[in-house]
């Protein structure tokens, strides 16, 4: 009878120990508003959409104090700091203020390839920002698909995408009025 109770308590403080060491320590950060696809940047670092189809995503951050931003080029942006606690998810509630549109005429500027699929960005778990002269635009789901992409003032823009799906992209992009312009990305490595 006394081995059985050393064998269980031996097993029970396995037990502890090995749940101590998968204890999670990370925070996550989820983000709900308007709009949806609005771009989080944690301590000025892009992490991914706020949410894909209306609904919120998680994020794992370390803990600790961080400055937290949200992004789209058709809204004003928001900046908040939060303090995030290990194992528990910080919670935003947020809702971007519209800026003037531009004026038409407008172009539409889209990647091509990668795969035959929309939204290949969300099947492979891609959270690659678009940036067009500097200024966060969107991520790369937003453009990779026949119907979407992005109305944009005619000209010339600095593209610059660094997935680690497709790799990175920089290079000078001229939109033209009334036009669609396709950037191709590389097929998918799966």
Known sequence: MKQWILLTL????FTLSAAAKNKDTNGYIKARGGP?????????KYIGPAGRFTVPEKYAVEPGAHEVRLEDPRFEAFTTKVT??????????????????PKPPFG??????????SFISVAYGDTSAVYLNGKFWGHVDEFNNVGGGMLLPPGTYQLSVNS????????????????VTV???PAVKK
């Open 10 to 13: 031996l097993a029970v403080a």
């Open 36 to 44: 949806t696809g609005a771009g989080l940047f944690v301590d000025g």
């Open 84 to 101: 995030v606690t290990a194992g528990k998810t910080t919670k935003l509630h947020f809702k971007l203020k519209p800026v003037e549109p």
């Open 108 to 117: 539409r500027l889209r990647f091509g390839g990668g795969e035959t699929e």
């Open 164 to 179: 680690p799906i497709f790799g990175e992209i920089k290079k000078d992009v001229t939109v033209t009025a009334n036009k």
């Open 183 to 185: 950037i191709p990305l």
